[in-house]
């Protein structure tokens, strides 16, 4: 009996051992966190399937336009092919088994009907693939439908809301919800992922690796990098070579306007730039080699001569696009020109401040210690021990009122409290008082640090 209790008593404690191990290591999210997460699946998943799913009213909407019914009609021509290669080979995607046989019949069933976009019968080369390929996946779960025509477009929607929901939430927390409910219920990303055309596919990749890059500029860590080559391929697979100038064109603009041109020598990432090839190169070699006429007419013809000329009847007015933009980010369209304002003054108080930054500094230990808490970044370039961004971290803060530091990391002993960017300013030219402290500041008869 004494055995049976001592091995009874053991278990137990194993068991509660494990337990108290496990609820370590998986850290369930907090009460708000959960909230957050309840709110924004309710509102995007609302905004995407009320009028896209059948249960929602979808499947009394059919493909508007002239682009829509097209893209869908080759998505279809496209898995067609596809199974009728994937019947002569006696194949699937996935080998049976690891036969040489088997292996060499998956590969001929995962290319048939995947290379080539094929509209009646005819190669359609005016587009890339990604957006043919993920509506072959649907239609092949779903069936052939116009509601599930639009699903690669929503799905992509989805993850660009989530990601920004959850890059916010690590480098600018507070508002990571507001801003993830912002651009779902925007008229252009509510109207874009609705649609059959392979503009989404292009937005939501390029958005999350610009999101990516932007966070490897405030923490200086390579991996972010990965973001941008990974999603940048995606994105070229989707519209082509507008992704990476596109991308070429914001960084350089970003450079810019900070004057930091080293960002564009340190964007270069050798393994990024391997991986952006290994995905990139394939479909468009082997599409090239199946049609010799494809550089000519996808390059050529739809790239080059549809933004320089007017071949194809799309030239607009520049107000025509103004209107557009305006539009798009109803009903958020004056909370967005707000804060380009307010982006232009920052701007313009870093360029102040970077050329003088003592004349904004000073000499006050607190104006360095506000600027060490802001924005919790630290600079790829720092150096050890330094203030780190104090030139373009005193812009950010001059178009401001107050600095909070309640999602400060790298500030030492800010608390909840507000700072005062009086020690921002320029620095008095008085004498100091015989006796002042330099460090601490007195306020109502009692030292407080900064």
Request: hydrophobic residues 45%; glycine residues 8%; aromatic residues 14%.
């Amino acid at each position: 009996m004494n055995d049976i209790q001592h091995s009874a008593d053991s278990g137990a404690r194993n068991s509660s051992a494990f337990i108290a191990w496990l609820r370590k290591t998986i850290k369930l999210p907090d009460a708000v966190t959960t909230r957050e997460f309840i709110i924004l699946f309710t509102v995007t998943g609302f905004l995407l399937l009320y009028g896209l799913m059948p249960y929602f009213g979808g499947d009394q909407l059919g493909l508007v336009g002239a682009d829509e019914p097209r893209y869908a009609q080759v998505a279809r021509e496209m898995l067609e092919a596809h199974n009728q290669a994937c019947q002569r080979a006696d194949a699937e995607i996935v080998p049976r088994n690891l036969s040489i046989t088997a292996l060499r019949n998956s590969y001929h069933c995962l290319i048939g009907g995947t290379i080539t976009p094929i509209l009646y019968g005819k190669p359609w080369l005016e587009k890339p693939a990604l957006y043919y390929w993920r509506a072959m996946s649907f239609f092949k779960e779903f069936g052939v439908s116009d509601w599930s025509a639009r699903l690669p477009s929503s799905s992509g929607a989805l993850a660009l809301i989530f990601l920004i929901y959850l890059h916010m939430r690590r480098f600018r927390p507070g508002g990571h919800l507001d801003a993830a409910l912002i651009t779902m219920s925007s008229v252009g990303i509510f109207a874009f992922a609705r649609g059959a055309s392979t503009d989404m596919q292009l937005a939501a990749p390029f958005c999350i690796g610009m999101l990516g890059w932007y966070a490897w500029y405030e923490t200086g860590k390579k991996f972010w990098l990965f973001d941008l080559y990974f999603f940048g391929a995606a994105a070229t697979l989707a519209k082509g070579p507008v992704a990476p100038f596109l991308a070429f064109f914001i960084i350089l603009l970003f450079a810019a306007l900070r004057r930091e041109w080293s960002i564009l020598r340190r964007t270069i990432w050798i393994p990024g730039i391997l991986l952006y090839l290994l995905m990139v190169l394939p479909w468009y070699i082997a599409v090239q080699k199946r049609n010799p006429t494809f550089y000519k007419l996808f390059f050529l013809e739809h790239n080059l001569e549809r933004f320089a000329t007017n071949r194809f009847q799309h030239h607009q007015p520049p107000w025509y696009y103004l209107i557009v933009l305006l539009i798009a980010l109803m009903p958020w369209t004056i909370v967005a020109i707000r804060a380009l304002i307010d982006s232009i003054a920052v701007s313009i108080a870093e360029w102040k401040v970077r050329h003088n930054p003592s004349h904004y500094l000073g000499h006050s230990r607190a104006g360095e210690r506000a600027l060490q808490g802001l924005y919790h970044r630290r600079s790829p370039h720092a150096v050890d021990g330094g203030v780190q961004r104090l030139p373009e971290d005193a812009g950010r803060a001059a178009a401001a009122r107050q600095v909070y530091f309640r999602y400060d990391r790298n500030s030492q002993g800010a608390g909840d409290h507000p700072v005062a960017l009086s020690a921002l300013r320029p620095a008095p030219r008085r004498a100091r008082r015989p006796g002042t402290a330099s460090g601490p500041h007195r306020r109502g008869g009692r030292r407080q640090d900064r």
